[in-house]
């Protein structure tokens, strides 16, 4: 089996196992909570038992519950991306090769977190998402974040297939939602803006490029927050065998990283 395979057996697992999970039914994520400022991994080999190391995450940061760990009650067996020595400004993770147990109660899930409330726009191509925790805040004044969706131009863009005849790349880059065709009225996220008093931001290309097939159904996204510094935005995109789910976070309102993969329904 391969590791993405994998990923989408865990993942499924991993929404319909509630073993402790109190209300986590709709993604896999989870991050560091706010009131603990860090969590340690325990790194494993072989047996669950032999910790070979401990990895410090830091508030905010984000990962995939697998499942509970074996024997234990207050541990829960994640997977995680590994952070490049040198920062970069954005880094999209399609595959966690990481993997380890965190104390649940320094964690929480991404969909238990407060959420924005959502709205549509006028002309329905953009998806608004309004921080209405605090009433005293004016309108004008809260923070946001505008999801644009339009018709996607792949079709005019530069294609390679793989040798079972699959879009491998568009424009180099791996496209998400699709498989051998583009489908007729395809859509695309065209841009994400943040928007937040004294900062804002638009999301780098590199943090939307061949993002295909973007719901539009509330249901399926969600932006939620520890506080205005660490925001997540996540979606289940696409549908059949070409369905995927993604979580970006948001820090400082800029987008830093974010983490998708294939999970057919």
Known sequence: MSFINKVIYLSIF???SLVFVKGQKKVPFAVVKADDRYANVRVHKDDYRKIIDKVRMKKGDAFVY???????????????????????????YDSLNNEGMVNKERIVFVDQLPHYTPSKSKNGR????????????P??????????IYPSNAG????EKDAEGNIKTI????????????????????????QQPGRGSVFVR????????????????????????????????????????????????????????????
């Open 66 to 92: 697998v499942k509970p760990a074996p024997g234990e009650t207050d541990w829960i067996w994640i997977k995680y991306p590994e952070k490049a020595a040198i920062e970069k400004p954005f880094v999209r």
């Open 171 to 194: 424009d180099k880059v791996k496209p998400w939602g699709i498989d051998k065709e583009l489908p007729e009225g395809m859509t695309e996220i065209k841009s994400i803006r943040v």
């Open 156 to 159: 005019f863009r530069k294609q």
């Open 206 to 265: 590199e943090a939307i490029k061949n993002i295909f097939q973007p719901t539009m159904d509330f249901e399926k996204i969600g932006v939620t927050a520890i506080d205005n510094d660490h925001i997540f935005l996540y979606m289940i995109n696409g549908s059949g065998a070409n369905r995927y789910t993604t979580l970006w976070t948001i820090k400082e309102g800029r987008a830093i990283s974010q983490i998708i993969f294939k999970n057919p329904e």
């Open 14 to 16: 991993s929404v319909i």
């Open 126 to 137: 953009s998806l608004i998402f309004t921080d209405n925790s605090n009433p005293k805040i």
């Open 139 to 148: 309108t004008a004044q809260r923070s946001k974040v505008v999801i644009d």
